[in-house]
């Protein structure tokens, strides 16, 4: 649309009656173009890229608690486990499920995008807290690094110790656990009041 000033400006270009009207023809349809064009068109808002989609990871694990006086293994666990991280509307959620050697449910648990977990055994005793790591070491009695599964699976790690002669990482460290990996083997390991804590995990493919 033209404002007032563009109207009387286009006026001013095209008189009537004047001698160089071919002239000033030509000089009223650039000015009606330049201020077409001045016009834009509205914008079409770019579309937003889609949320990713539910993950998930399953496989085999053993903990191992030694101890540091050479009494040898202090405690020992066994099964399988399913990790998923799962969109929400407010972030992302991650529930887990440890199974037995023997397919009974151990554990299952969540934590909520803000932070909040929860964690049920099959005792039917539930347990709710600030970390989904904790509560596992808390119903257990020992530890999972389940909050930060998800990063290293995406090789995602605090401090990259050695890569293969492919670049992929082979050992690092991240949250107090040294990580050594090879295809669909992890073995991380951590200090624990008198001893230290071995985890093994075989993903599945």
């Given amino acids: 649309m033209w404002t007032s ?5 286009a006026r001013r270009a095209c008189p009537p009656g004047s001698a160089g009207r071919r002239r000033a023809l030509a000089a009223c349809a650039a000015l009606l173009a330049t201020a077409c064009a001045s016009v834009a068109p509205p914008r079409t808002p770019a579309a937003s890229a889609p949320p990713e989609g539910p993950r998930e990871w399953s ?12 009494e040898g293994q202090l405690d020992a666990a066994a099964g399988r486990f399913v990790l998923a991280s799962v969109p929400q509307p407010a972030g992302r959620a991650l529930d887990l499920t440890l199974v037995s050697p023997f397919g009974q449910t151990l554990a299952s648990g969540r934590r909520a995008p803000d932070g909040a977990s929860t ?3 099959a005792d039917g005793r539930t347990f709710a807290a600030g ?3 904790g509560l596992v070491e808390q119903a257990l009695g020992w530890a999972l690094p389940v ?5 290293w699976l995406d090789d995602r790690f605090e401090r990259v ?6 670049g992929r990482v082979v050992e ?4 107090g656990w040294h990580i050594e990996r090879a295809p669909r083997r992890w073995a991380l ?13 075989l993903l599945d493919p």
């Fill in 5 to 9: 000033d563009r109207r009387a400006a």
């Fill in 59 to 70: 496989g085999r694990f053993s903990v191992t608690a030694r101890s540091d006086t050479g």
């Fill in 119 to 121: 964690l049920s055994l």
């Fill in 131 to 133: 970390t989904l790591d």
């Fill in 147 to 151: 909050e930060r599964l998800p990063d």
């Fill in 161 to 166: 110790v050695a890569r293969d002669a492919e």
């Fill in 172 to 175: 690092a460290r991240d949250s």
């Fill in 189 to 201: 390991e951590r200090p624990r009041p008198g001893g230290t804590l071995r985890v093994v995990l």
